[in-house]
Each structure stands twice: as structure tokens, then as C-alpha cells.
């Protein structure tokens, strides 16, 4: 998928597709229409293949009030990377912008799956408190690795509004699906 945005994507962060499988996989059962709300080069969008997706130009054209079965998403994280041009007046600067699209999708839809910037949760009480009242089955701890052109520390939260259990941690590294548990502990630590 080609968007209008391609000027700027090798600066950009595509979610690598053994990532997306895992995000996919979050998602329960019964799930039809799903929003991706900022595909870049579409690489969630193709892990969503059995889906009935929606992944919008411009994020900030979609109609406001649509709701979706699900979200899935890995927003730009902040106003340098983000194409603002129909965005609200005053939308924000910096990494607000990507925790203000998290939390506008969170109002589209019940179930969340979102990459998103350790410090979403890491340097705000108030964020960690907002998203564990919605519901936050678990967080995902990505290798720094993640991204070609930046080390940054991400996780992937799983949302789903009203659960109201333990929140679990999990690392991506460590999954069975992605790594085996042998392998892993080849891994020098020091
Ligand atoms: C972190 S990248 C992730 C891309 C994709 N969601 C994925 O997971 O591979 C964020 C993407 O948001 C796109 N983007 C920025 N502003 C947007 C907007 N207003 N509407 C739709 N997409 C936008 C950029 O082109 C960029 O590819």
C-alpha cells in the first residue's frame, strides 16, 4: 500500500510482520471490522488479512463518531513523524500525539491492540491509571531491536474495556511463538 505520506517513510517505523502476526493474534474471537488508523506501508493491514479492515489515507478525514469491532495500531509516536495537516487546531507537539491517537482509538472501539513508546506508561501515572481503568490484559515488552532506523523502547498493550483482572507481562523475546525458550537462554547477559 502506497499512502500519501511516502516522502517521509524511511524515516518512519514499520511494525516488523513477525510483530504484526503477534498483535493479530491478540485479537478474540468474533472480531470483524477492524480500524488499522495509520497504515504507513500496510504491514499490519496484510497481518489483518481475515479481516474486514479500514486503513484511512489520512487518519484525521476518518468520520469521528465510526466505531470498529477492533483497532490495531502503531501510530506515529510523535508531531515529527505524523502528517498533522487535518489534524484539530493545537493537536499537540512532540509524543503527545501518539498517545492522544491511542486514546481517540480507544473511544472507536473496545478492544485496542497498540505498539506504543515505553513511556506511555513508564512516566505517567495518569496514563497507566487511564488505560487500567479501561481494562489492560496485558503489556508486551519489545526488544530495542524492534525498529531498522531507531533503538526505542516500545511495548504492545492489549486492551479490552471493562477487564478488570490482573494485568499481564509478557516479552516478546521470551514467547514460544517467536523464540524458543533454548534459544533464549544462549543470550549472553553480561
Ligand atoms: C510508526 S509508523 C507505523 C506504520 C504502520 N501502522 C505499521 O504498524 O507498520 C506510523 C505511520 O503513521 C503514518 N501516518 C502519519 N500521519 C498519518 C495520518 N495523518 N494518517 C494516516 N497515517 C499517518 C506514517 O506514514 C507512518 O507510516
Not at 518512519?12 to 513477525?18: H, L, V, Y
Not at 488505560?131 to 503489556?139: C, D, P, T
Not at 514460544?176 to 543470550?187: C, D, L, N, T
Request: charged share 20%.
Amino acid at each position: 500500500m502506497m499512502g500519501k505520506f511516502n516522502h517521509k517513510i524511511e524515516y518512519q517505523f514499520q511494525t516488523p510482520p513477525s510483530v504484526c502476526r503477534y498483535m493479530v493474534s491478540l485479537l478474540p474471537n468474533g472480531i470483524r471490522s477492524v480500524l488499522e488508523p495509520t497504515p504507513g506501508l500496510g504491514n499490519l493491514v496484510s497481518a489483518l488479512w481475515q479481516y474486514d479492515v479500514t486503513d484511512p489515507v489520512d487518519y484525521f478525514l476518518l468520520d469521528k463518531n465510526r466505531r470498529f469491532d477492533a483497532v490495531v495500531m502503531n501510530p506515529p509516536f510523535s508531531h515529527r513523524t505524523a502528517d498533522l495537516e487535518n489534524a484539530p487546531k493545537g493537536y499537540g507537539t512532540g509524543l503527545k500525539v501518539g498517545y492522544r491517537i491511542l486514546v481517540e482509538c480507544m473511544h472507536k472501539s473496545d478492544t485496542v491492540i497498540a505498539l506504543m513508546p515505553w513511556f506511555t506508561i513508564g512516566d505517567s501515572d495518569v496514563r497507566l491509571r487511564y488505560l487500567k481503568n479501561f481494562g489492560l490484559i496485558s503489556v508486551t515488552a519489545l526488544p530495542r531491536k524492534t525498529f531498522q532506523y531507531a533503538r526505542i523502547q516500545t511495548v504492545i498493550l492489549h486492551l479490552q474495556k471493562g477487564y478488570k483482572g490482573e494485568t499481564t507481562f509478557k516479552v516478546f523475546d521470551l514467547l514460544p511463538s517467536v523464540r524458543s525458550m533454548q534459544e533464549a537462554s544462549q543470550i549472553e547477559l553480561f
